[in-house]
């Protein structure tokens, strides 16, 4: 890996950090306005909206300028949004506009891997920035649940930080003071990113146009024999993972008895796993034998099932640890056969663009259950039961289509083909 490729996930990392802390600073909030229990998981919706409402623009705004500036804009997008929190905007508003930024920032994260490394190094190149960006996760969730807790707020009082009174509880005018310091770091790596050289002919700017295109893009990857499954497993993952994260705090809530900044720890957990798991299918996975992963995602479910006979936090730690593990070593190799047909197939930003629309529409879906689950007054252990059976469910009949493709035709020549 060269320089470029390390200042890339640099500035990834301390962006996702801000990120992921900035969301249970957020819930805090909710919390603290003594709001109802489905609006915390409609904060994670707020923020993915863009990436659909944008899906058909940010790939096209992506591939009409250097990466690297455009991760700075939308860095620059994300610390207006972290100001707006500050300045006291309803958090489903100002967590939407740092959603905004995220969209505009993903295509160009992710396209400028295929412009900077050549095909057999995407695997891991994949591993190590999911690796990274997990353990921003890690970070990140227990920096949120540290910076919104009594001892924090206490010692930030006596450093007299922010400077700064808005009318904010102390505890969040500092948190926020933090993660708006952490996007602002990111945005100075983002200033050192090389230009890749990587030039796209010049992108349409009628609006009618870009959808057009983008549904023809969308159109094209599902209906690829590769493209369908890789986005198939991608876009379960990640709403699985989105709503995970909130029936693990609730989890340790109601089960383990841990408070709120304790609880945010566990989600760390299960990001520690994904890390481990992402790092091993760097080392052991090949593009060639990607799809062999597969049965990976229906462990993964099966397990989830589990939790509710867990009782201990003795108990939940290796469980989570586990079921990250199993999320982080199929996902990775998954992601990297999308990003790789999807540059065979079209452009680097337009192809991300298509993945974050199909995965965000996911997210969207699966916290809107799981909020109106909540709404049911439905018990956790029925709502994990019925979690974990989705998704293994889900991933059989995904294994199902990807074995009628394989009598059609052979994967494993069709993606060493593709390398050259």
């Avoid at 070593?329 to 298509?354: C, E, K, T, W, Y």
Wanted: aromatic share 10%.
């Amino acid at each position: 890996m060269n320089r470029g490729f390390y200042t890339i996930m640099a500035a990834q990392f301390f962006s996702s950090l801000a990120d992921n802390a900035l969301l249970f600073v957020a819930i805090d909030l909710l919390t603290r306005m003594d709001s109802p229990d489905f609006l915390s998981p409609m904060l994670k919706q707020s923020f993915v909206v863009f990436y659909i409402v944008l899906a058909a623009f940010v790939g096209a705004f992506s591939d009409s300028m250097p990466k690297g500036r455009v991760m700075f804009i939308a860095n620059l997008i994300k610390i207006c949004g972290c100001g707006m929190l500050f300045a006291g905007v309803y958090p489903l508003l100002a967590y939407a506009v740092v959603g905004f930024g995220a969209a505009v920032y993903s295509p160009a994260k992710y396209g400028i891997l295929t412009e900077l490394l050549p095909a057999e190094k995407l695997v891991p190149a994949n591993g190590w920035i999911e690796g990274l960006t997990v353990m921003s996760i890690i970070l990140g969730t227990v920096v949120g649940g540290l910076l919104v807790s009594q001892s924090a707020a206490e010692f930030f009082l006596r450093l007299n930080l922010p400077p700064l009174h808005t009318g904010v509880p102390s505890a969040i005018e500092a948190a926020l003071f933090v993660t708006g310091s952490l996007y602002v770091l990111a945005a100075a790596f983002n200033l050192f990113i090389p230009d890749t050289g990587a030039r796209y002919a010049r992108q349409p700017q009628d609006p009618l146009k870009l959808m057009r295109d983008f549904a023809g893009c969308v159109r094209t990857l599902w209906g690829d024999k590769l493209g369908q499954i890789s986005l198939g497993v991608t876009t379960l993952f990640w709403g699985a993972g989105a709503t995970l994260q909130f029936i693990v705090l609730k989890w340790a809530e109601q089960t383990l008895n841990m408070p709120y900044e304790k609880a945010t720890t566990l989600v760390g957990v299960v990001a520690i796993g994904m890390a481990l798991g992402a790092v091993a299918s760097a080392r052991l996975v090949t593009l060639k034998n990607s799809l062999k992963v597969l049965p990976f995602g229906i462990a993964m479910g099966l397990i989830v099932m589990g939790m509710p006979w867990v009782q201990s936090k003795v108990l939940a730690y290796p469980l989570l640890i586990l079921i990250g593990a199993l999320s982080g070593f199929f996902v990775v190799p998954m992601n990297a056969l999308l990003q790789h047909r999807g540059h065979v197939l079209m452009s680097a930003g337009h192809s991300i663009a298509v993945q974050n629309f199909n995965e965000n529409l996911s997210i969207i879906g699966m916290l809107a259950m799981y909020a109106l689950m909540l709404t049911l007054n439905l018990e956790l252990d029925t709502i994990i039961v019925l979690f974990g059976l989705f998704v293994a469910g889900i991933m059989c009949l995904i294994i199902v289509r990807h074995a009628a493709n394989q009598r059609e035709f052979d994967s494993v020549a069709l993606i060493g083909e593709l390398k050259h």
